[in-house]
């Protein structure tokens, strides 16, 4: 594992060769960036419509906004249709199919082996720590060989609602010379600073974040990767041309505008968290629940997954990850409302 410290990590080294020589799409939107009278460039319908024109290709207005909240530069997003389009590009950006592999370290969200088996690129599976569903560094540092070129770190991570430890995820980053991606999709609702604000200091650093969860905005697929303008350029110029409509970049705009309405959803969730923690420890049949930084618990009860399915039957769906590594006899729940989380527990008390 050599250090990325010690030489300037020379990102166009870790990218696809095929990616590095090829030319992007260049569209019209590209050519001409002014504010035109006449656009009779673009094919597009002349009779205005809220809709009839192609999008910014690039989202300015909305990453200038978020540049300022993040205390990013604009050049240092990448915007997405959700983190998922992020994920999905990272791999198609750095893994050679049949060649390069990712690592992940399990459990953890699904979508980054998802991404992986579509373009045929090999994932590298770690455990997590027992119980406290830390970094095992020792395991990562065994794992890693010469055909990984990115990790997926999950920071807190789902299914198990935990922020690892920042000191060990600081080593990766120092000493892993490929790309070390922080899905930060649940950070809001962690007591922690988003690795976001260390991208001066980690050239390899990619943190994805989502609209989807603490802005109530799953429906709109709105997801951030934060990474050196480097990077950033890659992810571009692999992309959809127009890969965030006009709709999502008004309504993101609009979105940004009112922060406080996200942080008040989010200290409303932080607090009936803790409710719902305690209200679950008074339940015979729950065994433990873990600490959460997320907006969800992972809680094991007895026979999960009747459990499951008696909830179900009752109307009320949370997730059966029992069958998950390290994850035995877990359920994962959402924190609802204060009301919806009464209904959950009422009907556990009825079991
Ligand atoms: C929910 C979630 C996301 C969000 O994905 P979107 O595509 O932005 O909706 C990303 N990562 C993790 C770990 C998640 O749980």
Redesign the pocket.
């Known amino acids: 594992m050599s250090s990325p410290k010690n030489t300037v990590l020379d990102i166009q080294s870790l990218v696809r060769k095929n990616i590095l020589n090829m030319k992007p799409y260049a569209s019209a939107r590209d050519e001409f960036k002014g504010e035109a009278e006449v656009s009779l460039d673009a094919n597009e319908n002349p009779y205005p419509t809220p809709f009839n024109r192609y999008p910014d290709p690039l989202q300015w207005d909305v990453k200038e906004k978020l540049a300022a909240l993040k205390g990013v530069m604009p050049q240092q997003i990448f915007l997405g ?7 999905d590009l990272i791999i198609r950006a750095f893994c050679e199919p049949h060649q390069d592999s990712i690592l992940i370290t399990e459990p ?2 699904g ?1 980054y082996s998802v991404c992986a088996d579509v373009n045929a690129v090999n994932v590298q599976r770690v455990l997590l720590t027992p119980e406290t569903f830390d970094l095992d560094l020792d395991a990562v540092v065994n794992k890693i060989d010469a055909s990984t070129k990115v990790m997926f770190l ?1 920071s807190p ?2 299914p198990t609602g935990n922020l690892l430890s920042r000191e060990r995820v600081e080593t990766m980053l120092n000493q892993f010379a490929g790309i070390v991606v922080i ?1 930060e ?2 950070i809001d609702f962690a007591n922690s600073k988003s690795f976001a604000l260390e991208l001066s200091r980690y050239p390899n650093l990619i943190v ?1 974040q ?4 603490a802005w109530g905005l ?1 429906g709109l ?3 951030m990767c934060f990474a050196s303008e480097a990077i950033i350029n890659v992810l571009n110029k692999i992309k959809y041309p127009y890969n965030v409509n006009i709709q999502t970049q008004t309504l993101a705009l609009t979105a940004l505008d009112n922060v406080a309405q996200k942080e008040a959803w989010v200290n409303a969730i932080v607090s009936d968290r803790a409710t719902l923690v305690n209200a679950l420890l008074e339940l015979p049949l729950v065994e433990h629940v873990y600490p959460s930084d997320a907006n969800f618990v992972l809680a094991k009860v007895r026979d999960a997954h009747n459990t499951y399915k008696y909830l179900m039957n009752k109307g009320i769906i949370v997730r059966d990850r029992s069958r998950v590594a390290l994850c035995d006899g877990c359920l994962r729940i959402t924190v609802g409302t204060p009301q919806e989380n009464k209904q959950l527990i009422d009907a556990l008390k009825t079991l």
């Open positions: 249709n959700g983190s998922d389009e992020g994920i953890t969200y979508m999950c991570n789902n899905d999709a649940y994805l989502t609209f989807s969860k799953a697929r709105l997801g």
